[in-house]
């Protein structure tokens, strides 16, 4: 029960006012309005977590990843345990550990717990072996180096898979160490600074060439973690010039294989081979150009070795550019070939007319191989706009652009072709590559 009571006193003479408010609240339990139930208690625990898998195993990392529980109201976090003792903890279902020891035996297990505190039972337990320390050496095969490098080709990861990592500039300045002492015939050097981002140099004698010819492959191990790309050097080149490389080897359908018949049936100087599938990475490239290659239109992904300047691919053709001022780039891509299109579409890199046109030379040979193809170059065909490699950041550095990564080239040293073909005529196969391997042997 409530009982209010006003008092009011008024005094004009002295004008005041004097209220008095008395409020008497008096309330019974048995007639109270208001509700009086209590929330029941959560007591129900998660389900444990399952399909407990590792990812990217390296010497002293690893990436776990599980499937997520269930509870009846929500989970709110998982506790990650090592050999037995609780270790972290995530919001989500995976976590990345760092600071691991090489060559080493880890049991791992995941419970889940929910917001009040209900824990889940331990998951199964998973065993992750980390990779064993490397060690530094020259490692040495023999055979035809088409089919080793045609083996490592087909194990390059492909898109959406996120495999490729991006180096650090502590990185890229020992790339560039490793590269300067491959060029310098400093082998043992190189040998001893590739280990550090779990690359091996390989001196491969292809015994099916006459005389024997030896190179050095610079290729990740095994149990890659980086997938930085896969770079070639002849020992004693015939072809001193030409440097072959092939940036999308399994989006271009067949261009890495081609790029390799070439480089080997001509000796050349150096071959370069990326590393994953240009889509591989979902992280965007900031350098400028845009495609639609990996679905929507959109910027270049950092796995995209064309169009990133911030990799291995591209300090080793600044490396290459930069210690042999002679040398001459010939980048091997690929197009779906529409009505109207010509059969190959080449390009220095901009609209300008080097003092040696390249571009003119190899059509000339590539017509004494095969004198039904057609052709577009970018500086002679001036109204063709499409698939010009203007946006390609190592011909930008080639042809001495202030920011390869964002601004195209104005002149041209003419040190770069980018050549785009169609698949039916020169992509198809190793009978369609001998046009491409005999034309570039017969200009340079």
């Known amino acids: 029960m409530k009982t209010i009571n006003f008092i009011t006193a008024l005094s004009f003479g002295k004008e005041i006012i004097i209220m008095v408010l008395m409020l008497f609240v008096a309330c019974s339990s048995s007639e109270s309005n208001s509700d009086d ?30 499937g997520a529980a269930s509870d009846n109201v929500g989970i709110q976090n998982y506790s990650l345990y090592q050999n037995g003792s609780y270790l972290a903890s995530s919001g989500q279902t995976s976590y990345v550990l760092s600071d691991l020891e090489p060559g080493k035996v880890y049991e791992y297990q995941v ?31 023999s055979g035809n180096i088409d089919a080793y490098l045609r083996n490592l080709i087909n194990n390059v990861p492909g898109s959406g898979e996120n495999n490729y990592i991006i180096p650090t500039n502590d990185d ?16 043992s050097d ?6 550090d981002f779990n690359y091996q140099i390989t001196e491969f004698t292809d015994t099916n060439l006459s005389p024997n010819q030896v190179f050095y492959v610079l290729a990740e191990y095994s149990s890659q973690s980086n997938y ?9 080149p015939q072809k001193e010039d030409l440097v072959l490389m092939a940036p999308h080897i399994k989006y271009d359908t067949n261009t890495g294989f081609e790029a390799v018949y070439s480089f080997r049936n001509n000796v050349a100087k150096a071959l370069l081979l990326s590393g994953t ?33 911030n990799s291995a691919f591209q300090k080793t053709t600044e490396v290459l550019a930069t210690t042999l001022p002679n040398t001459i780039f010939v980048q091997l891509h690929g197009f779906g070939k529409d009505d109207g299109d010509p059969d190959v579409i080449m390009s220095n890199g901009t609209t300008e ?49 202030p920011d390869p990564c964002s601004t195209s080239a104005s002149s041209t040293t003419g040190r770069f ?28």
């Open 111 to 141: 419970r889940a717990t929910d917001a009040a505190g209900n824990e889940s039972t331990l998951s199964e337990v998973l065993k992750v072996t980390t990779v064993s320390a490397i060690e530094a050496e020259l490692q040495y095969a």
């Open 172 to 187: 890229l300045e020992l790339w560039n160490q490793v590269i300067d002492d491959l060029l310098s015939n400093n082998i």
């Open 190 to 195: 190189a040998v001893s600074k590739a280990v």
């Open 277 to 309: 599938h240009r889509c591989n990475s979902t992280d965007r490239s900031e350098c400028s150009g845009t495609t639609s290659s990996c679905g929507s239109n959109g910027a270049y992904r950092i796995s995209d070795m064309a169009h990133n300047t």
């Open 228 to 236: 930085w790309g896969i770079y070639v050097f002849s020992k004693t």
């Open 353 to 401: 007319t080097p003092d040696t046109d390249y571009a003119s030379l190899i059509k000339d040979a590539l017509l004494d191989e095969d004198n039904t193809l057609t052709f577009k170059i970018a500086h002679i065909d001036t109204d063709w706009t499409r698939l010009r490699g203007f946006t390609n950041t190592q011909g930008r550095f080639i042809n001495s652009s």
């Open 417 to 444: 072709i980018h050549i785009e073909q169609a698949k039916p005529k020169l992509r198809k196969n190793a009978s369609s590559w001998a046009k491409m391997s005999n034309a570039l042997g017969s200009v340079f």
């Open 37 to 66: 139930t209590s929330a029941e208690t959560d007591i129900q625990a998660p389900s444990s977590p399952t399909g407990l898998t590792a990812d990217n195993i390296t010497q002293t990392s690893v990436e776990l990843n599980w």
